[in-house]
């Protein structure tokens, strides 16, 4: 079970590929060699990557590869909303702009802002409801077309579809907007004290734990196997102590929640091994490496939840 490296990363870069090998033991007195087709060297790709994602944090636009970003229009002003990208088609003028109010009440004015006219429409959006608009946006970079409005709590995100005399184009905007994701970022944006206490924590873990899995996978006598799996339980325990210890905040619980029980799992799957290598059972050997590399790919998962409260991890 070769060991993964997680990190803490800046904004901007895509989450890497997971790999893990599975964990090769030979026996003594047991099997002759490595322990067969239960243990025999895999690789476990993670799953596939999210989508990029326009925006960050608090407001989050997923789009594919049939958008690319670009510079929002330069004379584009829309009073109380703060832009945080455009999206285009290649050989088409911005068309997607992603947009951010802050504060209870503000994003009422928007509307008006907008130009907008006639009843809002309601729309099922990815996480809840929005509400969208034909508008008329003034100025010189502004035109007709429809915005999408999110509010949850003190946070409302705006989904500007700008397409002009192209009503396809017009309609696939107004079809990726019903991905967008918007939570309440009052309380919950990334907490600096909580994203370096995790990459100390992170650190850690990767300082320590490739040696004691290098141990493993290269232990053959029972005896061996059992201290190396126990050394590795070790280092992972140590792991989930470490991130009970990270400073609380509201956004990030249920997440720490995920990287806890997946280290606390490898830890408790680990022990298991080291048992089951000690009363020579081929089958709990495997049974043991096969979900200790199950609860490595949840730990994994623990850092994607974080990755989408803003807290860029890999």
Not at 57 to 64: H, N, R, T, W
Not at 104 to 126: D, E, M, Y
Not at 180 to 208: F, K, W
Request: aromatic share 2%.
């Amino acid at each position: 079970m070769a060991h993964t490296e997680y990190a803490v990363r800046p904004a901007g870069r895509s989450p890497g590929r997971i790999a893990a090998a599975a964990v090769v033991l030979a026996v003594a007195g047991i099997v002759a060699g490595v322990l067969g087709s239960a243990l025999a060297p895999t690789t476990v790709h993670a799953p596939p990557a999210p989508p990029p994602i326009l925006g960050s944090g608090a407001v989050q636009l997923p789009f594919d590869d049939t958008w690319e970003r670009t510079a929002p229009p330069r004379r584009l002003a829309i009073p109380g909303v703060q832009i945080l990208g455009a999206l285009e088609t290649p050989g088409s003028p911005p068309s997607v702009i992603l947009g951010r109010v802050d504060g209870r009440g503000a994003a009422q004015a928007v509307p008006a802002a907008l130009g907008a006219h006639g009843r809002p429409q309601r729309v099922k959006l990815a996480d809840g409801v929005g509400q969208r608009y034909a508008v008329t946006v003034p100025g010189p970079s502004g035109g007709a077309g429809s915005a999408l409005l999110e509010t949850v709590g003190g946070t409302t995100a705006v989904v500007l579809c700008l397409a002009g005399d192209t009503p396809d184009q017009q309609s696939t905007c107004e079809a990726l907007s019903t991905a967008l994701r918007v939570r309440d970022a009052t309380p919950t944006d990334p907490d600096p004290a909580y994203a370096g206490a995790l990459a100390v924590a992170v650190r850690e873990l990767n300082t320590s734990i490739p040696a004691a899995t290098r141990r493993l996978a290269g232990a053959h006598r029972p005896d061996d196997v059992a201290a190396a799996a126990t050394a590795l339980s070790k280092r992972w325990s140590d792991m989930a102590d470490r991130l009970r210890a990270l400073p609380p905040t509201r956004g990030s619980q249920a997440p720490t929640a995920r990287l806890i029980a997946g280290a606390s799992a490898v830890a408790a799957q680990t022990r298991a091994l080291a048992a089951a290598a000690r009363r020579h059972v081929r089958r709990g050997v495997a049974r043991a490496a096969a979900a200790a590399q199950a609860s490595e790919r949840a730990f994994a998962a623990g850092l994607g939840a974080l990755g989408a409260l803003g807290y860029r991890v890999r």
